[in-house]
């Protein structure tokens, strides 16, 4: 039946474990954990050398502990430095699209090839594939 871990009814008898059954326990100390190193990150200044004082609410005493715990971010890496966006949308240039604009040819070769209605024909053929399953 449903075997994948896609299935509907694995996905909400897994979140039930999380919230209310054995895996409780270890998902509220993960999820501890994560609070204090981004508590920790956000009481630093931009560049992490020197900590921002707090206006009001008492200090976490537990923050010594939590500092060697802290998540380790590369310069320039964090998303308050960049403000350039990636776009993650359309396609990316490959190795050949890549090449071709090296020599100066288009990325996408025209198609040149006419069919027999005097259209210009398509890459892919349509109909069932050859191989069989």
């Given at each position: 039946?449903?075997?994948?871990?896609?299935?509907?009814?694995?996905?909400?008898?897994?979140?039930?474990?999380?919230?209310?059954?054995?895996?409780?326990?270890?998902?509220?100390?993960?999820?501890?954990?994560?609070?204090?190193?981004?508590?920790?990150?956000?009481?630093?200044?931009?560049?992490?050398?020197?900590?921002?004082?707090?206006?009001s609410g008492p200090?976490?005493?537990?923050?010594?502990?939590?500092?060697?715990?802290?998540?380790?971010?590369?310069?320039?890496?964090?998303?308050?430095t960049s403000t350039?966006?990636?776009?993650?949308?359309?396609?990316?240039?490959?190795?050949?699209?890549?090449?071709?604009?090296?020599?100066?040819?288009?990325?996408?070769?025209?198609?040149?090839?006419?069919?027999?209605?005097?259209?210009?024909?398509?890459?892919?053929?349509?109909?069932?594939?050859?191989?069989?399953?």
């Open positions: 039946m449903a075997k994948s871990t896609r299935s509907k009814v694995k996905r909400s008898f897994r979140a039930k474990k999380r919230t209310e059954g054995v895996y409780a326990a270890t998902e509220a100390a993960r999820l501890a954990r994560l609070h204090a190193k981004l508590k920790v990150l956000t009481a630093q200044d931009k560049d992490g050398d020197v900590p921002i004082e707090e206006e200090t976490a005493e537990g923050a010594d502990a939590d500092i060697e715990d802290a998540m380790d971010l590369d310069n320039g890496s964090s998303p308050s350039q966006k990636i776009s993650t949308h359309g396609p990316r240039g490959s190795r050949r699209e890549q090449w071709r604009l090296s020599k100066g040819l288009p990325v996408r070769s025209k198609s040149t090839s006419i069919n027999r209605q005097g259209i210009v024909a398509a890459k892919r053929k349509a109909g069932r594939s050859h191989r069989r399953r």
